[in-house]
C-alpha cells in the first residue's frame, strides 16, 4: 500500500499521456480557459497528496491520481495476482477424453412410415433428430447429482479433488455437502452431444493424470449401465404387453378344449360329425336293403301264397328294417321322444368347436404379436459404443496459462476503461 | 454554473452528479417529447419492436411451424425473438439517436457520451416495457410465461441489453465519422436476424457451421433465454462470458473510439 504513491509519482508522463489526451481534446472542442486551469491544479495536487490518500473520487483535481490508482487497483494488481496465481501456484489439471455414441438399432422400416418421417423432418426443419435423444439422456445424466453419487460409490471424489499439494483455488473445498459436490462436478466436466452424428464427447479434468482416465472410465461405466437400464426397461415394457396377452389367449385355448373334452366324455362320441355321417351311412345302406328286400317280396308273393314261410320271412326282415330305420332316424333327428339327439349334440360340439378355433386363433395372433414385440425390442434396444476410450493425458491441459495471462488483464483493462472513461465523461461538464 | 465552479475552485462531487443529472434529465425529455412528434407519441417506440414480435410470433403460429421444445409455440418464438429484439432495436435506436440529436453537440456541456448514455436510459425503459407487454399478452393468452430459471432469464434479458448498448455506442461512433453507416448497420441487422438461431437450434447444425456460427454474439442471446426458458434445452454453443465480452469490448472500444477523435470528427 506504501508502494502505490511512488509509484503514481514515478511515471507522471504516462498519467499524463492518458488523461491529458482526453482533456485536450475535450479542451480543444469545447472551452479554450479549462485547460490550463485543470493542468495548473493537475501539478498542485500531485504536490498536495504525496503520501496521502485522494479525497474525493471524481474531483477534477485529483482525477489523474486518481486513475491512476484506479488503474493500479483495478487491473495491475489484479492481473498481477492472476498471473501469479498461474505462474507458480496453480496446480496442473488433466483432461481425459472419451468418446461415445449412443446406437439404437434402427425403427421400423416400412414404406409408409418411411414417408411420414421424410415429410416430418421437412416440415420440421433443423430439429434434432431422435438418433441423438440417447445421447442427450446420457449427457444430462453425466452432468446430474445421480451421476456424482453413482460415480462416487466407484471412486472416492473427496480425495481425487482433494490431494494435498493442490492449490487452494481449483481444489474441492473441504467436507464439500452434496451440492457444492455436485456444482464442483460440473465445473472440471464437458460434455457435449454434436448435433447431427449423436456422438457424445466427456471430458473430465483432475489434478492426476491417472485421476483423469479413472473418471472418464467411471463416467462411461455408469453411461454403460444407464443405457442398459434405458433398453432393458423398453425391452421389458414392450415384451410383458405381449406375454400377458399370449398367456390369457392360452388360457382361452386350454378352456376351449377342457369344454370339448368334456363334453366328448359326457356324449362318449369322439366327434358327432362323424357319428352322424356314420349313422346315415348306415341308414342309408338299411334303406337300400329294405328297398331290395321289398322288391323281392313283391315278386315272391306273386308266386307264393301270403303266408308261405319264404315271404314271412322276408316280412319278417323287412319290418325288422323298418324298425332300425325309424331307430337310426330317431338318433339323427329329434322326431323320437330321446331327449339327446345326434343334431342336438352336433349343434352343442360345433359351438365348442368354434370356441375352440377362435380362441387357437387368438393364440396364434398373440403369439404372433408376442414375436414381433420381441423383434421391436431387439430393435429398439440402445448401445454404447465406446469408439475412443478414456486415455492417460500426459500434458497438463489446464490452467491455460499463457493464454489466461493475456485474457484476464484485457477483460480488466476492458471494464476499467469502460468506468474510466465514463467517470471522465462525467466530469467533461465541468471543463 | 461550471464556470462559476471552476473559478469558485474545485467542484465537489454532488455539483458534478447533478450537472450530468441535468445534462441527462433534459436530453431524455426532449427525446420522449420529440422523437414522435409528440409525448404520447413515445409510446410508438415501444409498440414498434412489440409489434414487430407480435407480427413474427403470429406469422410463426399461424403457419403452424413445428415447436422444437415446451408446450407452446407462442412463447417457444416469443423466448427466440425477444433477445434479438432486444439488442437489435437498441443498438439501432442508439446510432439513430445520437444522428438525430447531433445538432446539440454545439452546446458545449452536451457531449456524445451524454447522448448515448441518454439513449442508453430510454432504450432501458423501452426494453422492460416491452417485456412487461409481451409478458401480459401472454397472460392474456393464457400462456404460461414462468422460465425454468427466473434469474437466468432475467440474466439472458440483461445479456442481450448490454450487447444492444455496446453495438449501439460501437456504431454510434462510427456513423458519426461515416454517415452512411447507419443504413450499413440497419441493413445488417437483417443478416444477424437470419443467422441468430431463431429460426433453428443452432447445436443442430453441422460442426462446421457451428464453429463459424459460435461467432455470431445475438446468436448467444437467443440461446441463453433460450436455456434460461426450457429446462430441458441445453445450448451446445452459448458461452456467456463471449456475449459478455464483446457487450464490454464494444462500450469500451466506442468510448476509446469517441475520446480520441473527440473534436477532429464528431462536430465536424
Redesign the interface.
Given at each position: 500500500m506504501n508502494d502505490q504513491p511512488t509509484t503514481v509519482s514515478e511515471t507522471p508522463t504516462a498519467s499524463d499521456i492518458v488523461a491529458g489526451?482526453?482533456a485536450s481534446?475535450?479542451a480543444?472542442?469545447?472551452?479554450d480557459?479549462?485547460r490550463p486551469?485543470r493542468g495548473g491544479?493537475m501539478i498542485q495536487v500531485r504536490q498536495g497528496t504525496r503520501g496521502l490518500i485522494p479525497a474525493?473520487?471524481?474531483?477534477?483535481?485529483r482525477k489523474v491520481p486518481i486513475l491512476w490508482a484506479s488503474f493500479i487497483l483495478g487491473v495491475v494488481i489484479p492481473s498481477l495476482g492472476a498471473v501469479l496465481y498461474l505462474a507458480f501456484i496453480a496446480s496442473d489439471q488433466y483432461v481425459a477424453e472419451a468418446r461415445l455414441s449412443v446406437r439404437a438399432a434402427p425403427m421400423d422400416r416400412t414404406p409408409g412410415a418411411g414417408a411420414a418421417n421424410a415429410l416430418a423432418k421437412l416440415?420440421?426443419?433443423?430439429?434434432?433428430?431422435l438418433a441423438d435423444q440417447d445421447a442427450?439422456i446420457v449427457?444430462?445424466y453425466l452432468r446430474s447429482r445421480a451421476a456424482v453419487e453413482d460415480i462416487g460409490r466407484m471412486l472416492d471424489l473427496n480425495t481425487i479433488f482433494r490431494r494435498p499439494g493442490l492449490d487452494f483455488w481449483a481444489r474441492l473445498k473441504e467436507e464439500p455437502r452434496a451440492e457444492e459436490l455436485h456444482s464442483y462436478w460440473s465445473k472440471m466436466l464437458r460434455t457435449?452431444?454434436?448435433?447431427?452424428s449423436g456422438i457424445l464427447t466427456i471430458s473430465i479434468r483432475a489434478f492426476r493424470p491417472e485421476d483423469a482416465r479413472a473418471l472418464a472410465e467411471a463416467c462411461v461405466r455408469v453411461s454403460e449401465d444407464l443405457v442398459n437400464r434405458i433398453s432393458e426397461r423398453a425391452r421389458t415394457d414392450a415384451v410383458r404387453k405381449a406375454e400377458e396377452e399370449v398367456r390369457r389367449a392360452d388360457g382361452l385355448v386350454q378352456q376351449a378344449l377342457r369344454d370339448l373334452r368334456a363334453f366328448r366324455d359326457k356324449e362318449g362320441i369322439l366327434d358327432p360329425g362323424a357319428a352322424a355321417s356314420a349313422t346315415s351311412q348306415l341308414l342309408l345302406g338299411v334303406i337300400s336293403e329294405r328297398g331290395k328286400l321289398q322288391t323281392d317280396m313283391f315278386v315272391m308273393s306273386r308266386a307264393l301264397a301270403s303266408n308261405a314261410p319264404t315271404v314271412k320271412a322276408l316280412k319278417d326282415r323287412i319290418d325288422a328294417m323298418d324298425s332300425q330305420i325309424e331307430q337310426l332316424r330317431g338318433e339323427l333327428t329329434n322326431k323320437s321322444e330321446q331327449a339327446r339327439t345326434l343334431s342336438a349334440a352336433l349343434v352343442r360340439f360345433e359351438q365348442l368347436e368354434i370356441q375352440r378355433i377362435f380362441a387357437e386363433k387368438l393364440f396364434a395372433m398373440a403369439q404372433g404379436g408376442l414375436e414381433r414385440a420381441r423383434m421391436r425390442a431387439q430393435q429398439q434396444q440402445v448401445y454404447l459404443t465406446v469408439f475412443v476410450p478414456p486415455y492417460l493425458p500426459e500434458e497438463a491441459r489446464y490452467p491455460e496459462r499463457l493464454a489466461m495471462s493475456l485474457v484476464i488483464p484485457l477483460?480488466l483493462?476492458?471494464?476499467w476503461?469502460?468506468f474510466a472513461?465514463?467517470g471522465?465523461?462525467?466530469?467533461?461538464?465541468?471543463? | 454554473m461550471t464556470r462559476e465552479a471552476l473559478t469558485l475552485g474545485r467542484p465537489s462531487l454532488g455539483e458534478i452528479l447533478r450537472a450530468q443529472r441535468n445534462v441527462l434529465a433534459a436530453l431524455i425529455l426532449r427525446d420522449v417529447k420529440t422523437r414522435f412528434g409528440s409525448a404520447p407519441g413515445f409510446l410508438i417506440a415501444i409498440a414498434w419492436p412489440l409489434s414487430h414480435i407480435f407480427i413474427l410470433v403470429g406469422l410463426n403460429v399461424v403457419l403452424g411451424r413445428l415447436v422444437p421444445y415446451g408446450e407452446s409455440a407462442v412463447l417457444w418464438f416469443s423466448v427466440s425473438m425477444t433477445p434479438f429484439m432486444i439488442a437489435s432495436y437498441t443498438s439501432r435506436f442508439m446510432v439513430i439517436g445520437l444522428v438525430l440529436n447531433r445538432p446539440l453537440l454545439v452546446f458545449p456541456i452536451i457531449s456524445v457520451f451524454d447522448i448515448l448514455l441518454s439513449r442508453v436510459l430510454i432504450e432501458m425503459i423501452v426494453a422492460a416495457c416491452v417485456v412487461c407487454c409481451l409478458v401480459l399478452t401472454m397472460l392474456c393468452l393464457d400462456v404460461d410465461f414462468m422460465p425454468a430459471n427466473i434469474s437466468m432469464a432475467v440474466a439472458a434479458l440483461g445479456g442481450a441489453l448490454l450487447l444492444g448498448v455496446g453495438l449501439g455506442i460501437l456504431n454510434a461512433i462510427i456513423a458519426m465519422i461515416i454517415p452512411q453507416w447507419v443504413t450499413v448497420y440497419s441493413l445488417s441487422n437483417i443478416f444477424f436476424w437470419m443467422t441468430s438461431g431463431v429460426y433453428f437450434i443452432p447445436g443442430a447444425l453441422d460442426p462446421q457451421i457451428r464453429s463459424y456460427l459460435y461467432f455470431h454474439p445475438f446468436m448467444h442471446c437467443t440461446e441463453w433465454l433460450r436455456e434460461a426458458y426450457f429446462g430441458g434445452y441445453h445450448s451446445a454453443l452459448l458461452d456467456k462470458s463471449y456475449l459478455l465480452g464483446w457487450g464490454l469490448a464494444a462500450i469500451s472500444s466506442g468510448l476509446v473510439v469517441e475520446r480520441l477523435l473527440r473534436g477532429r470528427v464528431l462536430l465536424a
Open positions: 489526451a482526453g481534446k475535450g480543444l472542442a469545447k472551452s480557459g479549462g486551469q491544479g474525493g473520487l471524481f474531483d477534477v483535481a416440415s420440421a426443419g433443423a430439429l434434432p433428430q442427450h449427457a444430462e457435449s452431444v454434436d448435433g447431427p477483460g483493462m476492458v471494464l476503461s469502460i472513461l465514463t471522465l465523461a462525467i466530469e467533461d461538464h465541468l471543463t | -
